[in-house]
């Protein structure tokens, strides 16, 4: 019977279709049944680091940030610099980042249970999920799959992660070509609700006279932390906008912003921004909102063309590409 043939090969070619794209694409669990327990002993890893080093979970918010917005999320940040190529860390706008060696401690215990089956990327998203649900954040459902990236995108770096001084319209314009929109950019930055700024990033605001957007009694204060105007880099840290819960993932970083308190300059303009004031307002209102756009914007993140199906490989150290 025609009409049976027909239907029967519309529905093979569509099982074959989805088959192939379902291969390609993220999904929940993707280890489900590679190595079961994958997810379990990243956050066992994750958990026990914070309880030693808080500010790891802090990081892990970071690394993803740092990782995703430069071309994909594919671990290209974790390589190291060797035989005259350069890390992604070198970059400026990676200064103050930390902690990549507490990535090797939980890649080796992935290793130990299945090795070569989970990449680095998807390390970098996981561990990122459980950092911001240790600090008091929402929880991302995070598909995985990601495969990592075999060279450093050191070259792009400067011109995908925006500097702490860039217009709030390179802002939007940046994380708008990654699938974003403005509420979902404005709950992003939120992630500077935890976390420190080193006084090179913030003197510019403060010297030769204070930016007069900022408090002037937390301009004061904030001189007393950063004395000089051309600062050593490595002396005086800062906890962020946020001094009463400087670990916990919340909306005093909005409220902080309505009181003229933002640390950097890409902060305090999304209070003064038509486009993005609005949702400053609302989420200094109300913080389960505000979680709500965080997870969400966190997801669109950490999905930022991965790479899939044949592309890239299984690092076994995340620090270096596969020599094979
Ligand atoms: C316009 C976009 C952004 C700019 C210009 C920016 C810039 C910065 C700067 C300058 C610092 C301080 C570095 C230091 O002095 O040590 C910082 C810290 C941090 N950023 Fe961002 N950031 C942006 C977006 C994001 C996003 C989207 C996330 C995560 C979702 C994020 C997470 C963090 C965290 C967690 C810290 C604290 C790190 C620590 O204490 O070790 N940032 N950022
Ligand atoms: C932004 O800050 C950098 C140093 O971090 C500085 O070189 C640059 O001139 C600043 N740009 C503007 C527009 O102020």
């Known amino acids: 019977m025609p009409t049976t043939t027909h239907l029967f090969l519309v529905l093979a070619i569509s099982v074959l279709l989805h088959a192939y794209s379902a291969k390609c694409e993220l999904q929940l669990n993707y280890y489900a049944k590679s190595c079961p327990d994958a997810e379990d002993v990243i956050k066992k890893e994750v958990v026990k ?70 990449s680095c990327a998807d390390i970098v998203a996981l561990s990122a999920r459980d950092g911001i649900v240790m600090l008091g954040g929402p929880r991302a459902e995070m598909k995985t799959g990601r495969r990592d990236a075999t060279e450093s995108h050191l070259n792009v770096v400067d011109e995908l992660i925006p500097n702490h001084n860039d217009s709030t319209s390179s802002v939007l314009s940046r994380f708008q070509s990654i699938g974003l929109e403005t509420e979902e950019i404005v ?19 403060l010297y030769p006279s204070a930016d007069p957007t900022l408090d002037p009694d937390y301009a004061e204060y904030l001189k007393g932390r ?26 005093y970083y909005y409220k902080n912003l309505l009181s003229h308190k933002g640390l950097l300059l890409v902060d305090q303009q999304l209070a003064s921004d038509p486009r993005t004031s609005p949702y400053v307002q609302k989420f200094a209102g109300d913080n389960g909102y505000f979680h709500d756009q965080f997870a969400r914007a966190v997801l669109k993140l950490s999905e930022n063309s991965p790479l899939t199906g044949d592309q890239g490989e299984i690092r076994k150290d995340c620090r270096f590409v596969n020599s094979d």
């Not at 950063?226 to 909306?251: F, G, H, K, Q, W």
């Open 49 to 118: 680091l914070y309880n030693e080093h808080g500010n790891t979970a802090v990081s892990w918010v970071r690394n993803l940030f740092h990782d995703c917005v430069v071309q994909s999320c594919d671990a290209s940040l974790l390589l190291e610099s060797i035989n005259g190529v350069q890390s992604e860390q070198e970059s400026d706008r990676s200064f103050g980042m930390r902690n990549f060696k507490y990535v090797n401690t939980i890649k080796a215990a992935v290793e130990r249970r299945c090795p070569s089956t989970v």
């Open 187 to 205: 709950a992003l930055l939120g992630a500077h609700s935890v976390g420190r700024v080193h006084c090179k990033n913030l003197v510019q605001r």
């Open 226 to 251: 950063c004395p000089t105007p051309n600062p050593d880099p490595a002396e005086v840290l800062y906890s962020r906008n946020d001094r009463e819960t400087p670990m916990i993932i919340d909306n």
